[in-house]
């Protein structure tokens, strides 16, 4: 006679690396490359897409300043950065634990420092699709607008600028607030989780201002010719004695 089959209802546990050790990730397949094998070819990519982008700038518009070229260069590096690989966990963050592609590996990687990336935080998902879908696009928007010198330039730049500032913040907030997603060794929370998002706050300020700046004066010029426009008419009109 067989013996008899037995049912059980508990669920496999899945070790994993990730803070608060209770999170349960039951997909979660761990990376097949070694950190800095993928940090390497993620630091390639990027020295290709600001290669690719300052030969573009130097072609296009030679006569550019270095500052012009310099925004060119990281407004594509942005646009990249969002519309790709932050796009990529919008679009794989159900299945995320268990990718081996080498953007899913990097964010994997990335979630040492915050593992909300691993379960689907609704925050971070509707963070993410406002960063790789709304700004992605308009960053490639403002090297163009650089490129041809399009005077929509720096009120797209005040835009995509106000929006990674406010997300940043909301970002090392919320994270900040709660129970602690991060890591204890202090290598993931001062360069993955610190660092990599201190870059874009620190220049979204800077080209914050320096759209408010630009639109400030040019409003100003323009206010002045026309106040110059209407006395130079006052004195025309004036009777003559």
Known sequence: MADPVQFTNTATSVSHNYYPPTIYLPQYVENESPAVSIITQFGCLWAAVLGTALFIICRVRPTASPSDKLA???MCLTGFIHLFFEAY?????KTLASSQELFG???KE???SDSRYMTSDAFLVSMEFITAFGWGPLAFCIAYCIAVQHPARYALQLVVSVGQVYGDVLYYATSLLEVSYCRPERYY???YYFFFNFIWMLVGCYYANQSIMKITK???NLEGCSLEKKQTNFKTDAPLK
Do not use: G, P
Not at 89 to 93: A, D, E, K
């Open 72 to 74: 060119f260069v990281w």
């Open 89 to 93: 966990f919008v679009v794989n963050h």
């Open 105 to 107: 590996q990097l964010w």
């Open 110 to 112: 990335y979630s040492l």
């Open 189 to 191: 929370f001062w360069f």
């Open 218 to 220: 040019a409003f100003a």
